[in-house]
């Protein structure tokens, strides 16, 4: 057992800058050994108004496809929305229970496709998230608090969001969801993402 997983894994993640405001993930993974549950995220923070701006309460924020079970909700965000009209309304897990967002979207689609834009109007800057994955993982730094950051931001709750492109949390123990599961000589686990800044 490795890390609390049954398997071993050869894993690699290539970045890429494929165009001037274009950054590319690759995270690749082969089970050596045994079959291994393989559900790799990329965790990066992102403000588009800027890193000592404040909170992300003023972006918005589209997850492309039909999203079952979220007309009506905090959580429809199909549609442009201000991330601070209702991050108040909506308590994350992981104990504590803080006001915000950390949920796992299932979106539309198969192949790499676009799942998410992020805007913030206020600076004008903007981004596309596309995908080859079925789940994004929604967020917004609930629990930050006086974190001392670039020169000399001290950055608080809200202050950026994470969309981590991934596999379904917890698939291990839903047949229903979209295997997670790679095999020694079944192929490789592969993970594209694309961030095309505007």
């Not at 050869?10 to 274009?22: A, C, E, H, N, W």
């Not at 995270?27 to 923070?45: E, I, R, S």
């Not at 596309?128 to 967020?139: A, F, H, I």
């Not at 979209?178 to 594209?192: A, D, F, L, M, T």
Request: aromatic share 10%; glycine share 12%; net charge neutral.
């Amino acid at each position: 057992m490795v890390a609390g997983f049954p398997g071993a894994l050869d894993v690699y993640v290539t970045y890429q800058l494929s165009g001037p405001y274009d950054l590319r993930i690759r995270m690749n993974a082969t089970a050596l050994h045994k079959a291994t549950p393989v559900n790799l995220a990329n965790h990066a923070y992102w403000n588009l108004a800027d890193h000592g701006s404040g909170d992300v309460d003023e972006s918005t924020m589209i997850p492309t496809g039909e999203v079952a079970g979220v007309a009506g909700t905090p959580y429809d965000l199909r549609r442009p929305t201000l991330l601070g009209s209702r991050i108040e309304l909506v308590v994350s897990g992981g104990g504590g229970g803080a006001a915000g967002y950390d949920i796992n979207y299932a979106v539309q689609g198969d192949g790499f496709r676009q799942v998410a834009y992020v805007r913030d109007p206020a600076s004008g800057r903007a981004f596309q998230l596309w995908v080859d994955q079925p789940g994004v993982q929604l967020y917004t730094s609930n629990k930050l608090r006086n974190v001392k950051g670039k020169d000399g931001a001290v950055y608080q709750q809200h202050a950026a969001l994470c969309l981590e492109t991934q596999g379904f949390p917890d698939a291990v123990n839903h047949p229903n969801f979209p295997s997670v599961i790679v095999r020694p000589g079944g192929g490789v686990y592969k993970h594209h993402m694309l961030f095309k800044f505007s």
